[in-house]
């Protein structure tokens, strides 16, 4: 079955710690996307990446950090730089340029939380 | 002005009645809309896009855009306790970058027995 997996499902940050997320996809998509969602909010984002080795900051980037070295990979870093990281995050996929009107797909999300 | 504005709700329908969620979004010459439905504490899901003016129906659903006056609605007939959730509405604008889509907050719909 083609689809996004995020792993691990539930994350907890020490205080000073960088903490990485996975987002692998088996879809061939060419974009990917990382999204933060505090509760009772919406979807703000944070980077995107439309074709291997090149991404681009989205709305709130600043203290996450990301690679996309593989078209199925797409790790998310939060760094010790984001002072306020627990919220729900979601990766999400769709075919990329050339497809520009297709939907998003997302994967299960993974929860960070602070020690 | 947010981008894609959305009520926050809690929008209340008792079941078996139609349920209608609305979003209205500021760039004029945006050319994809999209409904998700997200369950508390989980991913969002794609229930229905569309890109033309008029209606578009899928079963229960129906999503209804209106470019001269922007806004996107989603109706649900028949509602059913399992359809409480919140409804997020998403547009890719005309002058966002290839593949970005923006988010509204989402409303919260409550289905009563």
């Known amino acids: 079955d083609g689809g996004i997996t995020q792993s691990p499902k539930y994350l907890f940050r020490k205080e000073g710690q960088n903490v990485t997320l996975s987002c692998e996809q088996n879809?061939?998509?060419?974009?990917m996307y990382w999204y933060r969602q505090d509760p009772g909010q919406g979807l703000r984002l944070i980077y995107y990446s439309q074709i291997v080795n090149d991404f681009q900051k989205g709305d709130i980037a600043e203290g996450y950090s990301v690679s996309r070295e593989k078209k199925e990979s797409f790790p998310l870093t939060v760094t010790s730089a984001q002072k306020n990281p627990t919220a729900f995050y979601l990766c999400?996929?769709?075919?990329?340029?050339?497809?520009?009107?297709?939907?998003?797909?997302f994967g299960d999300g993974t929860r960070l939380s602070i020690l | 002005q947010k981008e894609v504005e959305q009520n926050s709700g809690p929008l209340s329908v008792p079941e078996g009645a139609i349920a209608s969620l609305n979003c209205t979004y500021s760039d004029r010459g945006s050319q994809s809309f999209f409904w998700y439905r997200q369950y508390s504490g989980k991913s969002p899901e794609l229930i229905m896009f569309?890109?033309?003016?008029g209606d578009k129906e899928d079963g229960r659903f129906t999503a209804q855009l209106n470019k001269a006056s922007q806004y996107v609605s989603l109706l649900i007939r028949d509602s059913q306790p399992s359809d409480s959730a919140t409804y997020l509405c998403a547009v890719k604008g005309m002058y966002s970058s290839a593949s970005k889509i923006i988010f509204g907050s989402g409303t919260r719909l409550s289905i009563r027995p």
């Open positions: 999400a996929s769709n075919p990329g340029q050339g497809h520009s009107n297709q939907p998003q797909h």
């Open positions: 879809l061939n998509h060419d974009a």
């Open positions: 569309i890109y033309s003016n």
